[in-house]
């Protein structure tokens, strides 16, 4: 190992600090910048069960009208 990662302690900055600037000017533009809607599961459990409904109901529809059931 060299010296730099044998003597670095948690206290030190691992940056330095016009690199964490250009770090933190990168993470404050373009897609990290858009503030988001928070994620609602219960609401892609809703559709992922409404979606299998209703293709479930259709392969049930085109088996009896192509005469299979």
């Known amino acids: 190992m060299s010296d730099s990662q044998t003597t670095s302690s948690n206290d030190e900055p691992r940056l330095h600090p016009e690199d964490q600037a250009k770090v933190d000017e990168f993470c404050s533009r373009g897609v990290n910048s858009v503030e ?7 609401r ?6 409404g979606v299998t409904v209703v293709f479930s109901v259709l392969s049930q529809m085109i088996a009896k009208w192509s005469g299979i059931y």
Do not use: G, V
Not at 44 to 49: A, E, P, T
């Open 36 to 42: 988001r809607k928070p994620f609602k599961p219960f």
């Open 44 to 49: 892609m459990m809703l559709l992922l069960i």
